[in-house]
């Protein structure tokens, strides 16, 4: 506002018309690292076993095989809903973790956790099962009483079959039959899940029914991941909503892409940089539900944040249906691909598809002398969004744009990344970094062919497909 | 956009659903037995009492009232069996099953007429029949039986445990302490912790059926079957 003052001298509201945008604030650099992120939930783990290990959870072991299999379903009892916690922290979107991982990389962990957790979930029941069976006389006593005779254990049931239906169905082979929002508004049951299965994990855990300072930890432990989650979480989703961006323009690309800036007032609440994604809620009636990620087509400034939105999914379409004025709650921007990674060394961007957008805004804060090499990959040229605008920033910093087009099936070679072709087209490989976002199969031939021809993987920026 | 778009309530349908049906399977599932009712069951003496456990309370009074009015029986008693647990005052009639018939025939007629029932039965037979708690308090400990001593096992022995319970004049139990001893630390405190919570439990429930402490199965199903002998004693 300050500046605004200064600059235009007249009136301290930003107008955008008349006032030279300023880019925005750079997102606050904090000095961490993903495996920070990934120590943190280790230490979380470490700390939560050693308590049950010390606390006679590894006498279990010392007891044979029945003792091995109590042992057993009480650790992976534990490891379960400690899963469960890890998963609930990396979906939070906490600054520091989004900072040091960048959300699709937290998000792809979340996936990975939650896997684990389903398989965790298998062994503790079955575990639980064959501990119990002796005691309880027999398979079919000791499924009614762990389904609804022992207190509590009915909630359990029910808690588990939910956290396993939540982790079924993002499996890849159902998320895709599913929308995104039917599959996200199952994924959110999950929280009922991890409630209900929580006091079998006080009544039966015979150490913490027994052990106030275990149960105090636990509890507390318990209410903190979650308190964490709640209010994190859905503050940030409320307070976004509380204060939209404006459409304040669309352009028609091509047939099914539109270009849309989303500015106003409220964009001096953001910090962001190229390179990075927001999700974007349209606050119009039938819309605001449906949540989008989009990434940065343009470096944003206090002029707005441009996105390019292909027509893929509902919300992709709803959004394409936009009108200027309507307003869009924005969280984000996210993601840890920023001008800062290329750290002085020559630019190699590879794109396709939609995926071209965030090069787009990289190649705008680029140095003048950066020479850029751009590799883009699109059925056709009209696919790809912005050509111009690359062709034209790549020039203007002594770089060159490269177009493959056709579909794969048509190409004259089988992988267009294979590292001879990479050599052969980037002569300085050995000095790069490299920023590859796209579809999934070609993110992951491009990583494959950049590593294979010697590019370390902290030189390769990936923007992960974790949608 | 000619897309068709679903709306709201289709997408959050599906999730809204699970979680609806989610409550109603917990309903459906959830019938927690008590201790006692399960260590018959492993016993093999009686399967279903579960449905007799769910019976509303003031049949429980009626019952006693109905054996007061009529009975009034100064003999030792055997009938204080597992069959017929929540209605432990009407152990002090001749038979339990013949308890249960009247339970179920003498429902609405009690409910007519309880308070004429149930206030001469201390001055019809104050020393011997199921009197109102105040003044069954009053001689507690009239009779003392020790139960059998039970091993703490849960596939493996953990240790022992003897209940000594206390009955009043007319045989109401009416305070319970227990003897145990543990193999090793962990049982030991496991049972230091759950054996107040049982002998309240014992106390409130008049009987060896007892909910038993959650995380302490094996000392619970020791405890409730060194109760039911020491009440088979009497």
């Known amino acids: ?467 | 956009m000619s897309r068709h778009e679903p709306s709201l309530a289709r997408r959050i349908a599906p999730a809204v659903a699970l979680t609806g049906a989610g409550f109603a399977l917990v309903q459906a599932l959830d019938h927690v037995a008590p201790i006692g009712v399960a260590a018959s069951t492993a016993l093999g003496e009686q399967t279903q009492v579960t449905t007799a456990d769910s019976m509303p309370t003031p049949v429980d009074t009626s019952v006693s009232g109905q054996a007061v009015a009529t009975t009034v029986p100064p003999t030792p008693v055997t009938g204080a069996s597992p069959v017929a647990p929540n209605t432990p005052r009407a152990t002090n009639s001749p038979q339990a099953t013949t308890a249960q018939q009247q339970t179920q025939e003498t429902i609405p007629a009690q409910s007519a007429a309880p308070q004429a029932t149930a206030a001469p039965a201390p001055t019809a037979a104050p020393a011997t029949t199921a009197a109102p708690a105040p003044a069954a308090t009053n001689d507690c400990g009239a009779i003392v039986k020790r139960g059998s001593t039970q091993s703490i096992e849960w596939r493996r022995y953990y240790g022992t445990i003897a209940v000594t319970a206390k009955f009043t004049s007319s045989k109401v139990l009416c305070d319970v302490s227990a003897d145990w001893q543990a193999n090793d630390g962990k049982s030991q405190s496991i049972n230091s912790y759950a054996v107040p919570y049982l002998n309240q439990q014992a106390v409130s429930s008049k009987s060896a059926n007892i909910q038993g402490v959650s995380g302490a199965t094996a000392v619970s199903v020791a405890y409730s079957r060194s109760l039911q002998s020491a009440i088979d004693a009497l």
């Open chain 1, 1 to 467: 506002m300050k500046t605004a003052l200064r600059t235009s001298g007249s009136t301290p509201r930003v107008d955008s018309a008349v006032r030279r945008p300023r880019p925005l604030t750079r997102p606050t650099q904090l000095p961490f690292v993903g495996s920070d992120v990934v120590a943190f939930l280790a230490f979380f783990v470490l700390v939560v076993t050693a308590v049950w290990a010390t606390r006679g959870g590894w006498e279990n072991f010392t007891d044979g095989w029945s003792g091995l299999w109590r042992g057993a379903a009480s650790l992976t009892g534990i490891w379960t809903s400690l899963a469960g916690m890890t998963g609930l922290l990396l979906a939070a979107r906490f600054t520091w973790m989004e900072r040091a991982a960048g959300l699709d990389r937290l998000l792809v962990w979340h996936r990975i956790v939650g896997d684990t957790m389903g398989l965790l979930l298998g062994v503790h029941i079955f575990t639980s099962i064959v501990a119990d069976m002796p005691l309880r006389g027999g398979f079919v006593n000791t499924i009614i009483d762990l389904t609804g005779r022992e207190p509590y254990m009915a909630l359990t049931t029910v808690g588990a079959g939910l956290v396993a239906i939540v982790i079924v169905s993002s499996l890849c082979a159902f998320r895709e039959k599913l929308s995104f929002e039917t599959w996200y508004f199952v994924h959110l049951t999950a929280y009922v899940g991890l409630a209900m299965s929580f006091s079998h994990q006080i009544t039966l855990g015979s150490m913490l029914s027994t052990d106030r300072t275990v149960r105090a930890f636990w509890v507390l432990l318990s209410i903190y991941a979650f308190a964490v989650v709640l209010f994190g979480r859905w503050i940030g989703v409320i307070s976004a909503a509380r204060h939209p961006l404006r459409v304040t323009s669309i352009d028609r690309i091509n047939s099914d892409t539109v270009a849309v800036v989303l500015g106003g007032r409220n964009i001096n609440r953001f910090s962001g940089d190229a390179g990075q994604f927001i999700m974007m809620r349209s606050l119009i009636p039938g819309q605001w539900w449906k949540v989008n990620p989009s990434s940065l087509s343009a470096a944003p400034s206090t002029d707005g944040m441009r996105v390019t939105i292909k027509d893929r999914g509902d919300a992709s379409a709803a959004t394409a249906r936009l009108r200027v004025g309507d307003r869009v709650s924005v969280e984000g921007p996210y993601g840890t691909t920023t001008p800062d990674i290329f750290e002085g060394r020559r630019p190699l961007l590879i794109a396709g598809g939609v995926g071209i957008t965030p090069v787009r805004a990289l190649l705008e804060r680029l140095d003048r002398n950066s020479q850029p090499l751009v590799l883009l990959r699109g059925r056709t040229e009209a696919e790809i969004p912005h050509l111009e605008e690359i062709a034209q920033l790549t020039k203007e910093r002594g770089g060159e744009v490269l177009t493959l087009l056709g579909r794969t099936t048509a190409l004259k070679v089988n992988d267009p990344f294979s590292p001879q072709i990479l050599r052969g087209i980037v002569p300085f490989l050995d000095d790069c970094v490299a920023f590859v976002c796209g579809p999934t199969s070609l993110t992951f031939a491009a990583r494959k062919g950049l590593k294979e021809a010697g590019v370390p993987s902290s030189r390769i920026h990936l923007e992960l497909p974790w949608w």
